[in-house]
């Protein structure tokens, strides 16, 4: 909970932990939407098996399942290329998954690994340029690039690439704006904390201001969902995404009613963003969040239309 804030407006399920929850249990009915295709292909799901370049040695299978094996073999290839190229994070979901040990398991569990390291990109690309929007920009980018390369992999194998990374997208923006949602609360909260005693002496830190104005709020909640959308038609679990999505959606309106209820006001000369802020109720601290909401780098002087916070 964030000191200073509402009580009343903290109690949610936070959307990153829903959304890490339903990739998760997305993971499991991915491997064996897998082990299904591979059985009705002729296939055996080889327990204690991780290897699929094996399939080359298999002479007793049919053309069918040769074929099935030989086009998700090269896929395997494609994924563990990314892999080896790339560092996943420390919060990967795929560290938090029992994956079978099994051709099935080891295929789901390398397009997991793919998509976190993905992920590890997409977080320097919004570290980079300072804007989560980039960030799940850089995210769907790669996982559409994945999924177009896997264009000779069997159907059964490119769905569970779409939709384990439809999910990651989700579930990385999710967490892009919780963790924005944590820091405006603290924002906030330190607004309405003394800095200095009479003496100048410290009290408080100030907290680091929040990233997500209420446009970017909306432009990365539409890039997430339109590549969901994107991936529906071949997923294994839509109406699991079509949750995942209306959970991104959910937490973009709460936040934007709870904290986000902006107007426009006509600044008519230079004037310093702390004056404005104190000019309209707001503490002069709260600076640091117009200048998000402007677009500005640091408190600075504005003028002409200048948006601020209702409070």
Excluded at 115 to 133: E, P, Q, Y
Excluded at 214 to 229: C, G, K, M
Aim: glycine share 4%; aromatic share 6%; proline share 4%.
């Amino acid at each position: 909970m964030v000191a200073h804030v509402q009580d009343d407006i903290q109690c949610y399920t936070d959307p990153y932990d829903a959304n890490f929850e339903e990739t998760q249990t997305l993971n499991l009915e991915v491997q064996e939407s897998v082990a299904v295709s591979m059985q009705q292909t002729g296939v055996p799901d080889i327990p204690g098996s991780s290897d699929w370049s094996l399939i080359d040695v298999w002479g007793s299978l049919g053309d069918a399942a040769r074929s099935f094996g030989e086009a998700t073999n090269k896929a395997m290839g494609q994924l563990l290329g990314t892999i080896e190229s790339i560092k996943a994070p420390v919060d990967a979901i795929n560290t938090t998954i029992d994956y079978m040990d099994s051709l099935s398991g080891t295929l789901t569990k390398a397009i997991q690994e793919c998509c976190d390291s993905f992920v590890t990109l997409a977080r320097k690309a919004g570290s980079n340029k300072g804007k989560s929007r980039a960030s799940t920009a850089t995210l769907v980018t790669n996982a559409s690039s994945m999924l177009a390369a896997l264009y000779g992999a069997p159907a059964s194998v490119r769905a569970a690439f779409a939709t384990l990374a439809a999910a990651t997208v989700a579930t990385e923006t999710a967490k892009q704006i919780s963790d924005d949602e944590k820091k405006m609360g603290e924002s906030i909260a330190a607004e309405r904390v003394a800095i200095d005693d009479a003496e100048g002496r410290e009290l408080a830190s100030e907290s680091e201001p929040y990233l997500l104005s209420p446009d970017e709020l909306e432009d990365t909640l539409a890039l997430a969902r339109e590549f969901i959308q994107q991936v529906l038609p071949q997923a294994v679990s839509p109406y699991r995404l079509k949750k995942m999505a209306a959970t991104l959606s959910d937490a973009v309106l709460r936040i934007k009613l709870e904290y986000m209820t902006t107007k426009t006001i006509n600044v008519t000369h230079e004037t310093p963003l702390h004056k404005i802020a104190l000019d309209n109720k707001l503490n002069y601290k709260a600076a640091e969040r117009l200048c998000a909401l402007n677009n500005a780098k640091n408190p600075t002087f504005m003028k002409g239309e200048v948006l601020v916070y209702a409070e």
